[in-house]
């Protein structure tokens, strides 16, 4: 009787295991990643965020939003950053891939960029002219933007699709026009490269970011994205608070020139965010202007493409 009672209490402990690994999945399981340069990885190492984090994080470093969430869809990583452009044009195109949290900065952080001494005094003036951007990144949609505002079409100008370094390389060397880019690549350009912002996208870009998750994370490994997304929200508060020592610590984590990591981090300020009802319409917005350009044609609904579940996390 006492062999059966034990058989019978470990077989019942082995089941309650196994419910518990479907509802939550594997607690202990490491949380893989992404990161783009000076971005997640940088500010919560930063802050501090990370001190007693219960399981092990694997961090892959991505030059932009493309490849990271690409990363993401195909399950190498299980989480990163991106901005709304980027995120929804690979949700579009089928990523198996949900926002499980908002951040919401300015929008002039990305700019449309052209040489100093250029002959161009406003967008107008790059009619057939060559400018270049990352595919279904938040700079290709501030140019689609911008182009819209000039009272021109996506095909009166030559959009050349690069990656951020072979963009700079084009820059510097004449073969580009204009370069929309973001974040310290604006910084650099501008503060050592006496590049001009032709325009940015304050006010024209609704400035939401989001954190990404593969669906098969999201599934297997919630208590580890959502113990990470509570820890980014608390540093992202604290890099709003402390941009000086922030930009201290991106300049080491990155190898940035003081001056750039600084110019950065005073003109990209997340405050995270619950997923709502307005985030959402202005996803929607952003992917109705793709759509319209002709960058995308899936009909794909991006009101699937978000998951509220999460949004606890964000509160201190």
């Known amino acids: 009787m006492q062999r059966r009672s034990l058989i019978a209490v470990l077989t019942a402990a082995a089941l309650l295991a196994g419910c518990g690994a479907q509802g939550g999945g594997d607690r202990q399981a490491p949380l893989k990643v992404g990161s783009q340069r000076g971005g ?3 500010i919560l190492i ?18 932009a939003a493309q490849p990271l969430l690409e990363a993401v869809g195909a399950g190498a990583v299980d989480l990163g950053e991106a901005g709304d452009a980027p995120f929804l044009f690979a949700y579009a195109g ?14 002039s952080s990305t700019a449309l960029l052209v040489r100093k001494g250029a002959p161009f005094h406003g967008v107008a003036d790059l009619r057939g002219r060559k400018i270049a951007t990352g595919r279904g990144s938040i700079g290709h949609y501030l140019l689609l933007k911008l182009l819209e505002e000039a009272g021109l079409k996506s095909t009166d100008v030559q959009i050349v699709f690069l990656s951020p370094g072979d963009a700079k390389a084009a820059f510097t060397s004449g073969a580009i026009d204009g370069w929309v880019t973001w974040g310290s690549y604006v910084a650099l350009a501008k503060l050592h490269d006496d590049a001009v912002i032709l325009a940015d996208g304050d006010g024209r870009l609704s400035g939401y970011g989001f954190e990404a998750a593969s669906e098969a994370a999201i599934a297997g490994k919630r208590p580890q994205v959502e113990d990470f997304l509570r820890r980014l929200a608390k540093a992202r508060r604290w890099a709003g608070e402390h941009p000086q020592e922030y930009a201290a610590a ?23 965010s619950e997923i709502d009802d307005k ?18 044609t899936s009909t794909r609904d991006p009101a699937g493409a978000f998951d509220r579940s999460f949004n606890a996390a964000v509160a201190p």
């Open 40 to 42: 997640t990885k940088a």
């Open 46 to 63: 930063a802050s501090g965020a990370l001190e007693g984090v219960p399981y092990k994080i694997d961090w892959s470093e991505f030059a």
């Open 94 to 107: 089928g990523s198996k891939i949900k926002a499980v949290q908002a951040g919401k900065s300015g929008g």
């Open 250 to 272: 991106l300049s080491k984590e990155t190898g940035l020139q003081p001056d750039v990591a600084l110019y950065t981090v005073r003109q990209y300020r997340i405050a995270p």
């Open 279 to 296: 985030v959402v319409a202005e996803a929607t917005a952003v992917l109705d202007r793709f759509r319209a350009a002709g960058a995308v």
